[in-house]
């Protein structure tokens, strides 16, 4: 489809965990929130984006929910996400949107170390991105998630390799308060929906001053979600805590490393 050969990672090559195969009508709802000064903070100090971020803290706390919940995966995840294929002098309307899959990081239990491969890795999308044709991009998209909504509908969803494990989206949104009729809205979580051999979804939404993740899951196949918004924040509290360690946190590595 006129893709180059690098970056974008091979569709149908996850492992297969308990985040992917066929669904029941049965959801489970839970949120998470990190403080967008505190993020932007480490944004800055280690020169990446609120998505490098972001994602590391959701690898991290995914790769510990698959432990809690008895199925732990030593593979690398790999989450499929919509991307903007509008170039910056495009002169048409509409939205222009594709979906790709990518890796995050190698199990690892350093941050920093998660924080640099999931840079790299989104770092090489952007750059394949912007350096192929939009119609490419929107051809893969079709085809890769076409054939996952195949599996699904043949209830094989479960028997092949996952096109990612998850689906995640970052959306920007207000930066201050939002008030209805003097009633100050608090916190906004989006509820998305689970796609075609997906058990998991999570939506990040940017509202004054908060980054809140809506996070939804088939839950007779992933119980106690609340466990999972628990680990994001706990995620964020150890990378903030490594990147302002002197040393970026090698001693504290070394003695969670201790038995």
């Known amino acids: 489809v ?23 009508e049965k959801r489970a709802f839970t949120s998470a929130s990190l403080p967008l000064d505190r993020v932007n903070h480490l944004r800055r100090i280690t020169r990446n984006t609120l998505n490098h971020i972001a994602l590391t ?33 495009a002169k048409v309307g509409g939205n222009q949107i594709g979906l790709v899959a990518t890796k995050l ?15 790299v890795s989104l770092q090489a999308v952007r750059h394949q991105i912007d350096n192929s044709p939009a119609q ?62 997906h058990r998991l979804n999570v939506t990040m939404f940017s509202y004054n001053g908060k980054l809140d993740f809506g996070i939804i899951a088939a839950s ?14 706990e995620e964020f509290e150890e990378l903030e805590k490594m990147v302002m360690a002197p040393d970026m946190g090698t001693e504290l590595v070394a003695n969670k490393r201790k038995p």
């Open 2 to 24: 006129g893709l180059t050969q690098n970056a974008i990672s091979l569709p149908f090559t996850s492992a297969i965990t308990p985040l992917t195969g066929s669904v029941t």
């Open 57 to 89: 803290c959701l690898d991290g706390a995914l790769h510990r929910y698959l432990d809690h919940i008895g199925n732990p995966l030593n593979d690398t995840l790999t989450i499929t996400m919509p991307v903007s294929l509008r170039k910056e002098d």
């Open 105 to 119: 990081a190698p199990k690892t239990d350093d941050p920093i170390i998660r924080l640099r491969e999931i840079g």
């Open 136 to 197: 490419s991009i929107q051809a893969y998209s079709l085809v890769t998630n076409g054939l996952a909504q195949l599996a699904d509908s043949a209830n094989a969803a479960g028997l092949v390799p996952p096109l990612s494990h998850t689906i995640v989206s970052n959306v920007p949104g207000p930066e201050s308060a939002l008030y209805l009729e003097g009633a100050e809205l608090l916190g906004w979580y989006p509820v998305s929906t689970l796609g075609p051999g």
């Open 220 to 233: 007779d196949y992933l119980p106690d979600l609340n466990a999972l918004g628990r680990f994001i924040y």
